[in-house]
């Protein structure tokens, strides 16, 4: 019996001492910007689970050249050697509010014409460089919930896994979203 109390109380006492209750835990996805549709130029996604926001330096376009429409969609975070970059480019294709399309083509050889979406990311710090691209293997979807010509607003969410160019360690993408201007 003695035993048995001996290891209530072990047990208790583990139980009952938990510093957890001070820290505050936060759900990577809720540190992305919130859903929204009015232009607000906004953009974030998780990359392999930690959020990535774009600092204010993105370039998205869709125009129409020679009689087909190209779109793109930019983010960066960071400057000169220390730097994260994403990409979602649909090429040849009318973008429709409410669809989906496939991000599925490797867009690393600029030479390399196709019809539809890639999406790349790539990053370079001090001791690392990567260049991760979506193919036929590995690839993801975006989805326009807005998409405005006359207002120039496009809104959605994006994901998709990429592979590096050298290594071909993939990446995972999730939980994009985006309310940008063009």
């Not at 859903?35 to 370039?59: A, E, H, Q, R």
């Not at 960066?76 to 994403?86: C, M, P, R, S, Y």
């Not at 460089?129 to 994006?158: A, C, L, P, R």
Request: with cysteine; hydrophobic share 35%.
């Amino acid at each position: 019996m003695k035993t048995y109390i001996k290891y209530l109380f072990v047990f208790l006492a583990i139980t009952a001492c938990n510093n957890d209750d001070n820290k505050k835990t936060t759900n990577p996805i809720d540190q992305l910007p919130p859903m929204t549709t009015s232009g607000k130029n906004t953009i974030g996604c998780l990359v392999n689970g930690v959020p990535f926001t774009d600092s204010g330096l993105m370039n998205n376009f869709y125009q129409i050249v020679e009689g087909e429409y190209y779109l793109a969609i930019n983010w960066k975070n960071g400057f000169g050697d220390n730097f994260k970059t994403g990409q979602i480019s649909i090429r040849k294709t009318q973008i429709v509010e409410g669809e989906t399309y496939h991000l599925n083509n490797n867009d690393s050889n600029t030479m390399i014409d196709y019809i539809g979406g890639a999406a790349n990311y790539v990053f370079l710090n001090d001791s690392n460089f990567g260049e991760f691209y979506t193919n036929s293997n590995y690839y993801g979807v975006v989805t326009f919930t807005k998409f405005d010509t006359q207002s120039g607003i496009m809104s959605g969410t994006f994901e998709f896994q990429a592979q590096e160019l050298v290594t071909e360690e993939i990446i995972n993408i999730t939980g994009g979203r985006f309310d940008l201007t063009f």
